[in-house]
C-alpha cells in the first residue's frame, strides 16, 4: 500500500488529539454555563424572585441538608420540595398542550428513559447474595 493511499499515523493520533481537546474545551464551557445558570438560580431563589417554596429550599441547599437533584427525586421529601415537584410536574404539562404531537412523543419517549436512569442512579447499590 502506498504511503497515498493510507493516512499516517502520527497524521490520525494528531486528528485524534485535536479533536479531544475540543471536545475537553467544549465540556469545560459547558460546565462553566451550568454553573452560571445555577449561581443565577440560587440567587433568584435566595431573594425570593422564585417563590417562597424556592427560597425555604435553597436555604436548605445553603445549609447543606439537601440538593436540586433531591429535591427533582424525590428524595427531598420536604413540604416544599414536594411543591416544587408538583409546580414543575404542571409546568411541564402545560408546555406539553402547547407543542405538536409528533414532539410529544419524543419528549415522552426521553422522559421514559430519564426517569430509567434516575432509578438507576437513585437505587441502592446491589449487595453480595441478594436475590435478583
Known amino acids: 500500500m502506498s504511503a497515498s493511499g493510507a493516512q499516517q499515523p502520527d497524521s490520525v493520533l ?3 488529539e485535536a479533536l479531544i481537546g475540543s471536545l475537553e474545551r467544549e465540556e469545560r ?3 462553566r454555563e451550568l454553573a452560571d445558570s445555577d449561581r443565577e438560580r440560587a440567587a433568584a431563589a435566595r431573594d425570593g424572585r422564585m417563590g417562597p417554596e424556592w427560597q425555604r429550599v435553597q436555604r436548605r441547599i445553603d445549609a447543606g441538608e ?3 437533584l433531591d429535591v427533582f ?3 427531598d ?3 416544599e420540595a414536594q411543591r416544587l415537584r408538583e409546580m414543575s410536574s404542571a409546568n411541564l404539562q402545560a408546555l406539553r398542550e402547547t407543542m ?3 414532539l410529544v412523543e419524543e419528549v415522552e419517549d426521553s422522559d421514559e428513559a430519564f426517569d430509567r436512569m ?3 442512579v437513585t437505587r441502592p447499590p446491589r449487595r453480595e447474595g441478594d436475590d435478583a
Open 29 to 31: 464551557a459547558s460546565e
Open 100 to 102: 405538536p404531537p409528533d
Open 77 to 79: 421529601e420536604s413540604p
Open 118 to 120: 434516575r432509578e438507576r
Open 66 to 68: 439537601t440538593t436540586v
Open 14 to 16: 494528531a486528528r485524534l
Open 73 to 75: 427525586s424525590g428524595r
